[in-house]
Every structure is written in C-alpha cells, then in structure tokens.
C-alpha cells in the first residue's frame, strides 16, 4: 500500500438527547466517516446518507472495513447508541422502540432527510422501528437479522450463537470481546430480552421502504427460513431483496463488508435481482498487503487507546484513536473494490 493518508476524513462527537428518567442526559457517539472532496467516486446514488446501526453490545468499531467503502458514495454516521461502547446506560427500559428514539435525534441533528438505514443483528429491530415511523424512507438494509422467532428461547440462542461463531476469524472475534467488555455484562442480559421479546416478522409488515435483507452462509441465528418468512410477511414483498454471502456466518459486515457495501449500492440502484447468492470471493475483505509487527502492534495500541478513551468519556481521545486505526489499516489493505 502507498504510504499516504485515507481519502477519508473522521470525525466523533454525541448528540445528546432528552434527560433520562432520573434526570440523567443521555448521548448517542457518532462516527462520521466522509471521503475528501474529490475523492468520491461517480455514481447513480452518489450523495446517499447511510447511517449504521450495531447489534447488542458491540459498537461502531465493527464497521471499521464497511464504512470507508460506503463513504465512496456518500457521508457515513456509524452509531454507538446508549449503554454502549462505554457510554452512560439508560434508566430506561432498553427496547428496539427506546433505541430508535436515539437514531432519530441523531437524524434529526443532522437533519438527514432519506438516509439509507443498515442494521446488523439487534440493529435490524431499531432500524425496522424507525422505518414503521417514518413511512417517506426509501431503503433499509437488515444484515443478520434477528431474532428467529422459531428458536427464541436463550438456550437455544445462545447455541445458534456459538455454531455461528465457529466460522467467525480471530480479528473479528477480539474486536467482539473488547465490544462486550465496555458494555458490561449487566448491561448486555438488560438489553437480551427485549432483543428476544421483539417481533420482526409483525413489524415488519409496517415498513414502507424498499428492503435488502442479507444473511451469511452459516448464520444459525439468522436463517435462510426465517429470511424467507420476513420477505413473505413485508408490506411491499414484491420490493424485497434477500441475499445470502457464502462463507460467511453471523457478523458478515467485518470480514465481508465489501459484499455487504455492494450489495447495498445495487440495491439502491435497482439493478439487484430479488434473491441470489454472492461468492465469498467477491464478499470478503482482501487480505493486507502488510502483516508486520509494526502494524500489529500500531493496530493494536490504537484500539486499545480508543477503549480507554471510550471508558474516559473522552469523545476527542476516541476520534484521534479511530483516526490512528482507519489510517493503519488503509496502509496494511489492498484498495477497495468498490466502484
């Protein structure tokens, strides 16, 4: 890779939203990720806003690959909603409904009027719950949604979960762990239920917006049956696309980001058929040009400054740390193969 920086720019700040139940502001992180003036690439949907939601208990860094290949085409807002991430648990009840009162003051702080919305695992609810209150949205993607509702039970779930996470790489799974650690246990099995609890197959039936729903290959918790069923059960079925990425399993937006990215921009340009499957070679993030110690070592201690500053509440120590680690692996990938 050539040495200079990402044709990107980051930027982290929090949108406060209403006090809580006891008075306690509650604030949302986002990451904006924007490509430098003239760097964007020409397209059919140039200028779409997208705004990324992470499953329960994880956190923006899980889009680190997927949302710089968005940003080609338009500004990215990836989301570390209350509770997360190292940011203040609400007083409230977690549900789909409270954390899509968060995106939406996200929205309306930047005043993004269409954005397209993309949800991974419990983000498919929020993202839902928003698109049910507003009608005039065009698109939404649910990468991985959940919860089957065949299989609810934890037990089951966790099963599902962990023949799942079998087909996940080590990368991925440390980036996991260090999500789950600023969560908090006590925090996650809070959130667990309403996750559980949640009816995607009725809610969905109330969204207006054209929808592209994504599984892995070997995603025991998002199943090809349960895919079938939500396209079966959406308001507009016709205007449905379900895809599925061989090779991949549950958190397909790491290591396959750049299927999950093309998919999408198909999908906002019509052109996808209405089910397929996409080869994991074409999916997966190509592998890094640079494996040294150096970049390790670097990737590493940028993560590990952005989890201490998240701890800190230091949004400016989070921002400078994000940077350091978007630069690192721009150096150690190959380029994009997005168009």
Same mark, same amino acid.
Request: overall charge neutral.
């Given at each position: 890779?050539?040495?200079?920086?990402? /044709?990107?720019?980051?930027?982290?700040?929090?949108?406060?939203?209403?006090?809580?139940?006891?008075?306690?502001?509650?604030?949302?992180?986002?990451?904006?990720?924007?490509?430098?003036?003239?760097e964007r690439a020409e397209a059919a949907h140039r200028g779409h806003?997208?705004?990324?939601?992470?499953?329960?208990?994880?956190?923006?860094?899980?889009?680190?690959?997927?949302?710089?290949?968005?940003?080609?085409?338009?500004?990215?807002?990836?989301?570390?909603?209350?509770?997360?991430?190292?940011?203040?648990?609400?007083?409230?009840? /977690?549900?789909?409904?409270?954390?899509?009162?968060?995106?939406?003051?996200? $929205?309306?702080?930047?005043?993004?009027?269409n954005p397209v919305l993309i949800g991974h695992s419990m983000g498919?609810?929020?993202?839902?719950?928003?698109?049910?209150?507003?009608?005039?949205?065009?698109?939404?993607?649910?990468?991985?949604?959940?919860?089957?509702?065949?299989?609810?039970?934890?037990?089951?779930?966790?099963?599902?979960?962990?023949?799942?996470?079998?087909?996940?790489?080590?990368?991925?799974?440390?980036?996991?762990?260090?999500?789950?650690?600023?969560?908090?246990?006590?925090?996650?099995?809070?959130?667990?239920?309403?996750? $559980?609890?949640?009816?995607?197959?009725?809610?969905?039936?109330?969204?207006?917006?054209? $929808?592209?729903?994504?599984?892995?290959?070997?995603?025991?918790?998002?199943?090809?049956?349960?895919?079938?069923?939500?396209?079966?059960?959406?308001?507009?079925?016709?205007?449905?696309?379900?895809?599925?990425?061989?090779?991949?399993?549950?958190?397909?937006?790491?290591?396959?980001?750049?299927?999950?990215a093309e998919l999408t921009f198909d999908h906002l340009a019509g052109? $996808?058929?209405?089910?397929?499957?996409?080869?994991?070679?074409?999916?997966?993030? /190509?592998?890094?040009?640079?494996?040294?110690?150096?970049?390790?070592?670097?990737?590493?201690?940028?993560?590990?400054?952005?989890?201490?500053?998240?701890?800190?509440?230091?949004?400016?120590?989070?921002?400078?740390?994000?940077?350091?680690?978007?630069?690192?692996?721009?150096?150690?990938?190959?380029?994009?193969?997005?168009?």
């Amino acid at each position: 890779m050539p040495d200079q920086d990402p /044709p990107i720019e980051l930027t982290v700040e929090r949108v406060r939203t209403d006090a809580g139940r006891g008075g306690t502001a509650l604030s949302t992180r986002v990451t904006k990720v924007v490509t430098r003036e003239g760097e964007r690439a020409e397209a059919a949907h140039r200028g779409h806003d997208f705004v990324l939601i992470a499953g329960v208990g994880v956190a923006a860094t899980y889009f680190e690959f997927l949302a710089p290949t968005l940003a080609q085409h338009g500004d990215v807002y990836a989301l570390d909603l209350p509770g997360f991430a190292g940011l203040r648990r609400p007083e409230e009840q /977690p549900t789909a409904a409270f954390f899509a009162d968060q995106v939406e003051r996200v $929205l309306e702080h930047y005043g993004l009027e269409n954005p397209v919305l993309i949800g991974h695992s419990m983000g498919t609810q929020v993202v839902t719950e928003v698109l049910v209150r507003h009608p005039e949205f065009s698109h939404g993607v649910l990468v991985s949604p959940v919860i089957n509702e065949a299989e609810r039970a934890v037990a089951v779930q966790g099963i599902r979960f962990a023949q799942s996470a079998v087909h996940e790489n080590l990368h991925l799974m440390l980036t996991a762990l260090s999500s789950y650690i600023l969560c908090g246990v006590v925090y996650f099995l809070t959130v667990l239920p309403h996750m $559980l609890r949640y009816r995607l197959s009725e809610r969905i039936g109330l969204v207006e917006a054209r $929808l592209l729903l994504i599984r892995g290959e070997h995603d025991r918790t998002s199943p090809r049956r349960f895919h079938s069923s939500l396209a079966r059960a959406a308001r507009k079925a016709a205007a449905v696309r379900t895809w599925e990425i061989e090779g991949a399993a549950h958190s397909i937006i790491n290591a396959h980001a750049i299927g999950v990215a093309e998919l999408t921009f198909d999908h906002l340009a019509g052109t $996808l058929a209405r089910r397929g499957r996409m080869p994991s070679r074409e999916a997966e993030v /190509p592998p890094p040009r640079v494996t040294d110690l150096a970049m390790v070592l670097g990737a590493t201690g940028s993560r590990i400054a952005e989890w201490v500053s998240a701890l800190r509440g230091d949004d400016a120590g989070v921002a400078r740390a994000k940077s350091a680690h978007a630069k690192i692996l721009w150096r150690a990938f190959a380029p994009s193969r997005a168009r």
